[in-house]
């Protein structure tokens, strides 16, 4: 009896068992590669994740670089442009104090020129991380209304316009 077993294992056995085998084997072959893939697929994701990473441009963070006042990048704008001239409605200014990187310098004091017939509320005069600084600006008297601001004893090379009707 024990032979006619093992005459049935050597005919079925040996012909059905390596094919189990071969199927175990291409199963483990695939989950280290799938394994393998995952892993250098996660390493880029951690290195990117403890860098510091900027996806925005200029004045999007505090200057890393000499902190020096670079007025050729610096400037200025006005939003709206135009509103009422009842003392009320106000328009804002923005200035960005930027460094020849263009990135915002910090802690410098702006000045936004002064006429007699606008009233101006410094809203941040001392620029933050970003190099902005924030003014708003009023008038009773209709009018075109230059504005240039200023760092330091330096005038920013731009200038905008701003309408009171």
């Known amino acids: 009896m024990e032979q006619r077993e093992t005459r049935e294992q050597v005919l079925v056995g040996p012909n059905e068992q390596p094919k189990e085998e071969k199927k175990s084997k291409k199963r483990i072959v695939w989950a280290l590669i799938v394994l393998l893939v995952l892993l250098f697929s996660l390493i880029p994701t ?27 990048n610096s400037y200025l704008f006005a939003s709206p442009l135009q509103a009422q001239a009842d003392g009320k409605e106000k328009i804002r200014v923005t200035i960005f104090i930027l460094d020849s990187q263009g990135k915002g310098v ?11 017939r606008l009233e101006t509320t410094a809203i941040q005069a001392v620029t933050d991380e970003l190099g ?31 309408s009171f009707r």
Request: aromatic share 12%; proline share 6%.
């Open 106 to 116: 910090y802690g410098q004091p702006v000045f936004l020129g002064q006429d007699e």
């Open 46 to 72: 951690v290195i990117f994740l403890k860098e510091r990473t900027t996806f925005f441009g200029r004045a999007f963070g505090p200057s890393l670089g000499s902190g020096e006042v670079a007025l050729e």
């Open 132 to 162: 902005r600084a924030i003014f708003d600006v009023a008038a009773k008297v209709p009018g075109e209304y230059l504005m240039e601001a200023r760092v330091g004893n330096q005038v920013l090379p731009q200038r905008v316009r701003v």
